[in-house]
């Protein structure tokens, strides 16, 4: 596709800028997000770390009274907010965004043929709109990290490093246009790695760095399994939607490429609910993490046995519980350690 302006094309490199953000990365739903997301994780995790969590939280297990047990939601209180928790969500906002220029940018001619609606194929954004926003957003995160996450930097390195790789298919584009399932297996850990650093950008948050322990690996596919599903279910269609654009369903059969995602989604139900158990949450946050489970399976078994076009919701459903799961952990750190 020629990058030629036409009679449409905004003068303005801001204008083109806002219409690529509203179509493909609507800044003012993710920019709440990121940051209600990324504190999630700090919080929670600063919470595991405190010294006062640390002594009381095996006192359920060896029968000490429930009045100081209740001592623990104290350990909110230790929470605390520096510049390393500053770096760590500006670069979870610039990461997603390079992340979307990175995937827009790879496909840039397929896509203008597979969607001829957006604005790029209609000349509204052009590609080197697209490369700038990605250079400035690669120059932020490095600027960011230089003078706020020193401490963490050794692994900064090797999320972009990871980031630069997927960009560049590995350096085999041939190979993983044609092997659909290989791409998802070699792309997907990224999420993984972004989610790794942001994690230990919490761990580095206050006056000491503490080490990466079980505990935060099972945060880490709390935040980072719910993006494959997302990933597998927006590429899963019925037999009488498929199109040329290669899907899940299409390479691995529906039935498997349904399953991964629901799969998926139960397991971070049951990892919140592991992790409510540490942070001594009450009952209304197991209820709610099973009526999620519920509708995870409801959605991806009514597809499975009935694949309509009618049923193929899996990608909203897959945004939504995601959404319950993160909300309903967040609302539950904050009230019940009164964080802030």
Known sequence: MENLRSAQTPTSFWQRAWIYS???FPVLIYIPYVVALYFCVNIVVQILNTPI??????????????ELLENIFEAGSQVVLDTTAIAGVVTAFFMMLLMRTFDDLKDFELDAHLFPHRATAR??????????????????????NLTWGQQTLPVFVLMITYALLT???????????????????????????INFFLIHTALATGSEYESFQQVHFILLLIVSMPITAWEVSRKIRSADMETEYETFSMVIGRKPATIIPMLF???????????????????????????IMLVVLFFYLRFLFQPTKEHNVLT??????????FTNLLVNTLVHYSVF
């Open 22 to 24: 509203k179509e493909m």
């Open 53 to 66: 969590f640390q002594n009381l939280k095996g006192l359920r297990e060896v029968g000490i009274g429930t």
């Open 123 to 144: 000349k509204l954004v052009l590609k080197r709109d697209i490369q700038t926003i990605s250079l400035a957003s690669f120059l932020i995160l490095w600027a960011v």
């Open 167 to 193: 960009f560049k298919w590995f350096f085999a584009e041939k190979f993983h246009r044609e092997h659909i399932f290989i791409t998802m297996l070699d792309h997907q850990p990224l999420p993984y790695v």
């Open 265 to 291: 989604l139960l397991v971070v139900g049951a990892l919140n609910a592991y992790i409510g158990s540490l942070l001594q949450f009450s009952m209304p946050f197991y209820a709610i993490v099973g009526l």
């Open 316 to 325: 909203n459903v897959s945004l939504f519980t995601t959404t319950l799961y």
